[in-house]
């Protein structure tokens, strides 16, 4: 591990010069990301002869006064168009899907770099309540850091974006699962509902289980000290290789869960049993209240709750008996949608819905902030990949 900590922080360190070396104006932040910075497998380092691409992700904190900078330091970074008709151009398109301009097939130093630009706002706005995904989903995997002048805006929220995976991931798994299975989820969740991972030619099938096989050590750095705050997981066994982990699955401690999602997700959750309220009587009562109704004020009301598994059973069946009258209507609506048999489902479609949009923008965006011969180029080397990982998994499946 000590090897691998090493090489990767002299990779960090090339590739923070690289950024320097790019003629940038002023970056608030920066990270790096994907199989140019952290290891995927075997087929993911070179298509062809070509290294993999080096992504980043380049916050800054106004994107059309950063462009109007750029445009003169880095024409050659924009399509012909946008130089030509000028900012409106960039201004029009920004904002667009996820709000991030990208900019494939850079030459640096004999490096290929592919960055996009965001505003440190929204930036912080996805991280916080994964309004798009986008940037919040690629901040689920392993990083790499290299710039942060925003007084640790961007990390304290990205600590935040961490924990909320976590607790998507574990509301998303069985009782007893794995430490593998446990990073597979958080790895998958920025793909869900994203058109790429179903269409030939798109993303690698194999990418969610590349990326946690080859990045373990990184998973684990990221995500333990959160992992050990939450009293309701265990560690059951394990060894060096992989842990197997336990969770209390009880109504009572999934609602604590639910409630302390991101504010997009649990708004999603809350409209949609509104709109199902004939699947238990307290949404019958909460189908035309507002959602901040339904947040409680104190969640000590569900933690005493935990231990009165007769009452939960008597709220499960029955929300005009005598003991509902005891807790606040926001504490039974929670804890209703926690015992829905298909919650697990329900959730995976919000996160779907969250993806899939600015997925797709994204994605036909980039024909126009790239320009068409790059744009070619891009979705070739994607084609190429896709296919080497089918043949790549044809030969392991013999």
């Not at 509902?193 to 289980?209: A, S």
């Amino acid at each position: 591990m000590s090897k691998r900590t090493a090489e990767e922080a002299a990779h960090r360190r090339h590739i923070l010069h690289i950024l320097q070396s790019m003629n940038l104006p002023m970056v608030q932040y920066a990270f790096a990301y994907g199989s140019g910075v952290f290891s995927q497998a075997p087929v993911s380092q070179k298509v062809g002869n070509t290294p993999p691409m080096i992504d980043m992700v380049i916050a800054v904190k106004d994107p059309i006064h950063w462009h109007a900078a750029n445009m003169l330091r880095n024409k050659s970074h924009y399509p012909w168009w946008t130089r030509w008709c000028g900012l409106w151009a960039i201004k029009a398109a920004q904002r667009m899907g996820a709000g991030l301009w990208y900019v494939p097939y850079v030459n640096v130093q004999d490096e290929i770099v592919k960055y996009g630009i965001v505003s440190v706002e929204d930036m912080c706005k996805d991280l916080l309540y994964w309004n798009t995904l986008y940037v919040g989903g690629r901040m689920h995997k392993p990083i790499a850091c290299l710039f942060d002048a925003t007084n640790d805006r961007v990390p304290n929220a990205q600590q935040a974006n961490l924990t909320s995976a976590l607790r998507v991931a574990l509301l998303m798994l069985p009782t007893s699962f794995t430490e593998m299975d446990l990073y597979r989820m958080l790895a998958s969740l920025s793909y869900m509902g994203d058109f790429r991972m179903k269409v030939p030619g798109g993303e690698n099938q194999n990418k969610v289980n590349n990326i946690v096989q080859h990045q373990l050590p990184w998973f684990r750095i990221m995500y333990s000290s959160l992992l050990s705050r939450l009293h309701f997981v265990h560690v059951v066994r394990g060894d060096d290789v992989c842990f197997s982990m336990r969770q209390d699955k009880r109504p009572a401690t999934m609602a604590l869960v639910a409630i302390l999602l991101p504010q997009n997700v649990r708004l999603r959750l809350i409209q949609h049993y509104q709109r199902e309220y004939h699947l238990h009587p307290v949404f019958e009562k909460c189908k035309n209240m507002s959602p901040e109704e339904l947040i409680p004020a104190a969640l000590a009301n569900i933690r005493k709750l935990r231990d009165e598994p007769d009452i939960i059973a008597k709220l499960q069946t029955d929300d005009d008996c005598e003991e509902a009258a005891e807790w606040p209507i926001s504490t039974r609506f929670w804890l209703a949608v926690a015992h829905q048999s298909t919650f697990q489902d329900v959730l995976r479609q919000q996160i779907v819905d969250i993806v899939a949009n600015p997925a797709r923008v994204q994605s036909l965006k980039g024909l126009y902030t790239a320009g068409i011969g790059r744009s070619v180029r891009y979705l070739w080397s994607k084609m190429r990949k896709y296919q080497k990982g089918r043949t790549f998994t044809s030969i392991n499946s013999k």
